[in-house]
């Protein structure tokens, strides 16, 4: 009986440690391509207009990302839809506990969720006059 009850307690263990390292984030786990879709709207003169992003980012593992491409629709600038030209950067960060922020140059900044092992992650603009937020998932 005893040898049953040790058995159990190496595998709850066991897997409780595979779960928790799970959880463990660090720059590095946000390495590769991924793609951000986001919707929201912008405070302009007083009046909340709606905007969308898709974008294409390249997150370097080390704390620095580009962006290779990304189109923007915002009511705000007269309904204008554009297409930014590739080579805009940014910089991010993560803690242990897969929170962090992220910084384009220039650029929004947002708060960062990531999903564990880098599969992805939820993205919340914290500038002022701004309801945005999306999903980051990787590619590839």
């Given amino acids: 009986m ?30 590769g391509d991924y793609v951000f879709s986001a919707s929201g709207h912008s ?16 997150f370097n593992g080390d704390g620095t990302l580009s962006v290779t491409a990304a189109t923007v629709a915002n009511a705000g600038n007269s309904g204008v839809v554009t297409q930014s030209p590739p080579g805009g950067t940014g910089t991010y960060a993560v803690d242990a506990n897969c929170k962090g922020t992220l910084q384009f140059t220039p650029g929004p900044s947002f708060d960062i969720f990531v999903a564990p092992r880098g599969k992805g992650l939820w ?18």
């Avoid at 058995?7 to 946000?30: K, M, N, P, Y």
């Fill in 2 to 31: 005893k040898s049953k009850l040790a058995a159990i307690a190496v595998i709850c263990c066991l897997s409780g440690t595979a779960v928790a390292h799970d959880r463990v984030c660090s720059l590095a786990t946000l390495r």
């Fill in 43 to 58: 405070l302009i003169a007083g009046v909340w207009q709606p905007k969308a992003i898709v974008e294409y980012i390249h």
């Fill in 123 to 140: 993205m919340i603009q914290t500038n002022p006059g701004n309801v945005f937020q999306g999903q980051v998932k990787k590619v590839g």
